[in-house]
Each structure stands twice: as structure tokens, then as C-alpha cells.
């Protein structure tokens, strides 16, 4: 069986990282994404919660008056304002997300038909990428499993109704059944899909950050092929290290 290239894995990484991006709406790295009936939803979605937590205080404050529900009802506003945020990030700079992944596809593309040194580092750097999805991914799930299942189990032990968010809906009564598995209901989506959006983002952030040493190793061969050069005992091809040093130049400029 043929090893795997280094841009193949690249492309697989931003296939998952896609993949989960649509899911709300931002698949933003297609050239032709347009904002669609999925990213309206999520839009309203996190607007809705928004307006219901500001409810939900209202009658923590003036109804049931007891200011430490509050408390409880802004322990998950952080998340969601920082999904938003993210969400509208992507959608507003989608051309310099674009960009960054053209930019490391031609990295991989180019230097992994090169000689064993620079797929080395290639590899690394995939590697490297690979590990810190699958520790973000296990970070998420378990948050997500661990949030949602406290609902049924509290209420298998303790035969108490708890919700997996602390915001009310209006015109839904909490206290009956169906209340209860209505606001239930909406509020696994909104942790569902505050999942995927937040995974997403932080995995296209780790992506490009955990990139950086790979520049820098690829310069460390480029100065290589250089030396190697040099130490020929034929000195006369001269145009060839002036093509060997402009490159590095270049490179240097354009990502140091």
C-alpha cells in the first residue's frame, strides 16, 4: 500500500475542517459560498438565545426575584458571544481564510516532490496538526456528552427535571412536560451547533498557527540546497546560486 502525501493529509484535515463548518452555515473556504438558509438559522439561533437569556434575567430579577439565578443564566453567554464573534469573523474574512489555505496547499504541493529532508518536515508538521485536532475533538465531544447526559441521568437518579441551559423560552411553561422536553430540545441544538461552529474555528486557528515552524524548517533546507551548492568543486554556475539565493530572499520576506 503507497504511503499517504503530505498534501493528501492536508487536504483530508481541511475536508473534516469543512465538514464541520458547514454544518453551521460557514463553509466559507468554498469559493462559491454565499450565505444560506443554514447560516440564517444559526444566526437566529444565537440571536434568539440572546434575547431569551435577557428574558430569562427579567423574571430572575422581577418575577421569581432571585439574583442568583443569574448567575446561572450567564454561565454559557460567554461561549455563545464568543461563537458569534467567530462566526461573523469568518464570514467577513473568508477571502483571508481562502488565502491562507491556498497559500499552505501550494506550500504542500510544491515541497512534497522534493528530496526526503523536506518531507520529513512536511510530515511533522501534518502530524503535529493531526494531534492537536484529535485533542481539540476529544475536548469537545466529551464537553458536549458530559453536558447534555447530566439531563437524563439527574433525572433517572434524582427524579428531578434540571435543563441542559439556563434560559427560558417565552409562552413555554418550564414546569410541564412538554415545556420541559421542548426547552430541552433547543437547547441541545444550540450546544450542538456551538459545538461544531467552535471546533471549527479552533481547529482553522490551530491549523495555520501550528504551520509556523514548517516555514521555518523549509527555509532551513532551502539554505541547505544552498551550502550544498557551494561546496561543489565546480563554482562556475552562478546563475544557479543566484536562483538558490533569491529564492530564500523571497522566502524569507514573504513569510519571516
Known amino acids: 500500500m503507497p504511503l499517504k502525501r503530505a498534501v493528501e493529509s492536508f487536504e483530508a484535515i481541511i475536508r ?20 444560506n438558509p443554514l447560516t440564517v438559522f444559526v444566526l437566529v439561533a444565537i440571536n434568539l438565545y440572546l434575547v431569551c437569556t435577557g428574558y430569562t434575567i427579567y423574571v430572575d430579577i422581577y418575577i421569581e426575584r432571585d439574583w442568583t439565578k443569574v448567575l446561572q443564566t450567564l454561565c454559557l453567554l460567554g461561549s455563545a458571544v ?13 477571502e483571508n481564510l481562502r488565502f491562507l489555505v491556498h497559500e499552505l496547499h501550494q506550500i ?16 511533522k508538521s501534518i502530524d503535529g496538526v493531526s494531534k492537536s485536532i484529535k485533542l481539540i475533538l476529544a475536548i469537545y465531544v466529551a464537553s458536549v456528552i458530559g453536558i447534555i447526559s447530566v439531563v ?5 437518579f ?21 415545556g ?21 474555528a479552533d481547529t482553522y486557528f490551530f491549523t495555520y498557527v501550528s504551520h509556523i515552524p514548517l516555514l521555518t524548517n523549509i527555509l ?26 533569491k529564492d530564500i530572499l523571497r522566502w524569507h520576506q514573504k513569510y519571516m
Open 16 to 35: 473534516i475542517i469543512r465538514l464541520c463548518s458547514a454544518v453551521c452555515g460557514a463553509d466559507v473556504v468554498d469559493p462559491d459560498y454565499r450565505v
Open 220 to 245: 532551513k533546507c532551502k539554505i541547505r540546497d544552498l551550502n550544498e551548492e557551494l561546496e561543489e568543486p565546480d563554482m562556475r554556475n552562478t546563475n544557479k546560486y543566484s536562483i538558490l539565493f
Open 158 to 178: 434524582f427524579h428531578e427535571n434540571i435543563f441542559v441551559m439556563q434560559f427560558l423560552l417565552p409562552g413555554i411553561d418550564p414546569e410541564t412536560e412538554f
Open 180 to 200: 420541559y422536553i421542548v426547552m430541552n430540545c433547543m437547547h441541545c441544538t444550540c450546544i450542538i451547533l456551538g459545538a461544531f461552529g467552535n471546533f471549527a
Open 108 to 123: 504542500y504541493e510544491e515541497y512534497d516532490k522534493k528530496d526526503a529532508d523536506y518531507r520529513c518536515y512536511l510530515g
Open 82 to 94: 464568543q461563537g458569534y464573534c467567530k462566526l461573523l469573523n469568518a464570514i467577513l474574512g473568508k
Open 152 to 156: 437524563p441521568i439527574y433525572r433517572l
